[in-house]
């Protein structure tokens, strides 16, 4: 359990700095004399670098130890964090964010698959868990920024703050080795049915992945043009959107030990997909967006962690298989979210709600297709997933 606290440690930093940039974007932009449109290429930046991040973590740990890897990803971020609030240039801010996402991106292999090489079978809870400690760590991250703010007048604390916060993780897993790894066996017959495998469960991580950032980075403006509240209400509502993701998170730990997973992401699935059909039923009511949002955030919350861990379950993972997954969950923060921006302006603002609804419906075809591979790969339960 004591490694299984370490890497709810470095999930929670990892939420922390994620949640940061929203809050400080006015003050970066500041801080280089950049207008919002200028500074908001940060966002690519740092998905650049989460991809490229996820592809060379899976390549690492299947190469060397797991808790080095971590370790290093974690020093990177501390070296990343620690200059970023004090660049005067945007295009070395942006390379610093770049940096940045690269640790992040090598950060989310590391505690999923370290998740499920310590607990195996028993992964699902814990990979929940993982995922609701993000979820506190990005709670509390606009949290630090404002008392940075009120404190000394500037954004640079926060950043300081969350590189000191890593130094006790690192301590912590220094100490600890690294669990053994999971591999596929010898034998070769089924390469491309894994590779088939991975590149299911990436498309389905995008379809997810493009849900939860289109709605969660979309939903205020929504009800602002739908003049279903002001500024203040479309914060809150956006807030209540996240937190629902994890108090969503926290109960899927108790329901993962006594739910089959694929049972939880299928029920997952219909209510997010029940909730968004709310929002368009009523799109003149301001309570139906609030319960659709609630709702639509409860469901996503378990997805991600509750399907790694019915894929460890009955497959196996390796790093590489994992950094896959992780491509198309970063591909799909980065694309849905602009077809969107491109759809509200042109199209209106509800095809927000349209098109977080079409997002689902082929999230579950994908997900029944996913669940039809497994059971008629049998073969593939002995070989793992490479």
Known sequence: MQKTIGYFGSFAVQGMAVSMLGPTLAGLAAHTGSNLSQISFLFVARSLGYLVGSLAGGWLFDRLRGHPVLIGALVLMTAALIPLPAVRILWLLALTMLVLGLAEGVMEVAGNTLVLWVHRQRAGPFANALHFSFGVGAFLGPVVVAQSVALTGDIRWAYWFCACVI??????????????????TAAQSGRGARYAL??????????????????????????????????????????????????GRLLAIVVTARVRSRVVVAVDLLVGLASVVLILAFPGSAAA???????????????????????????????????????????????VPLLIGQLFERVGPRSLPWTIAGDLILAGVVFVALMLFIRRMPQLSQEGVH
Do not use: C, D, N
Request: aromatic share 12%.
């Open 167 to 184: 130094v006790p993780v690192v301590l912590w897993l220094l100490r600890l080795p690294s669990p053994p790894r999971q591999k596929p």
């Open 289 to 335: 967006l609030w319960v659709g949002t609630l709702g639509l955030g409860l469901a996503l919350a378990s997805i991600v962690p509750t399907t790694l861990a019915l894929v460890g379950r009955h497959l196996g993972v390796t790093g590489r298989a994992t950094g896959g997954f992780f491509v198309g969950l970063g591909s799909g923060a980065m694309t």
């Open 198 to 247: 991975v590149a299911l469960v990436a498309l389905f991580f995008l379809l997810y992945a493009g849900a939860e950032h289109s709605f969660g980075g979309w939903v205020a403006s929504y009800s602002l043009a739908m003049q279903l509240a002001g500024v203040e209400g479309s914060a809150y509502l956006s807030s209540a959107f996240w937190g629902a993701i994890t108090l």
